[in-house]
């Protein structure tokens, strides 16, 4: 009906902002076609929020297309999760090329208290991989981190050289590295 054309002509417009890169005219458009019955827009909105890089937008939206039967967003949601792994072996190879003393993880180690199971996967597979190369590592939550989920296991894996800073509790934390120096 004449509705479902409106709500597609709405897309439409949301679509030619995002082409032009007009974002923030292209959200609203795209969020008035959602509203209007186009459940298209949300993989399209996912998309917009993941080239922004505000990947937990980006997650939101995708499991809404999903949650409406969009193929498209199984697909790109995992992408999403295939940048971030990307990212982070990158990190891992420049941590191998340049050998520091220690690496530090300063904060917002995900994107919200309670992240999605691939998220925590996705960092174990990374703690992993930096404790193979006997790294010290030293991570501090940040303000989107649940500092006590996020230090779950810390005093088994200080064994192995990954160390978190978790709920400050009024005392003073202190780690001392030493190298072939002392």
Do not use: W
């Amino acid at each position: 009906g004449i509705e479902n054309e409106i709500s597609y002509a709405i897309r439409n417009l949301a679509l030619l902002y995002d082409k032009q890169k007009k974002f923030d005219l292209a959200e609203k458009y795209y969020k008035l076609a959602i509203e209007d019955g186009n459940t298209d827009a949300y993989d399209d909105l996912g998309t917009i929020y993941k080239n922004q890089k505000k990947y937990d937008l980006a997650e939101k939206y995708y499991k809404l297309a999903i949650e409406n039967k969009d193929s498209y967003a199984t697909r790109n949601l995992a992408s999403l999760y295939e940048d971030q792994k990307y990212i982070l072996q990158r990190i891992v190879q420049l941590i191998c090329a340049k050998q520091p003393d220690c690496v530090l993880l300063a904060g917002d180690i995900y994107d919200k208290p309670v992240p999605p199971a691939e998220a925590v996967v996705l960092f174990d597979d990374f703690l992993n991989q930096l404790a193979e190369l006997k790294v010290p590592v030293c991570i501090i939550s940040g303000n989107h981190d649940s500092a006590e989920r996020l230090a779950f296991g810390a005093q088994l894996m200080s064994g192995s050289g990954i160390h978190f800073a978790g709920s400050y509790n009024g005392e003073e934390q202190k780690l001392v590295l030493e190298d072939e120096f002392g």
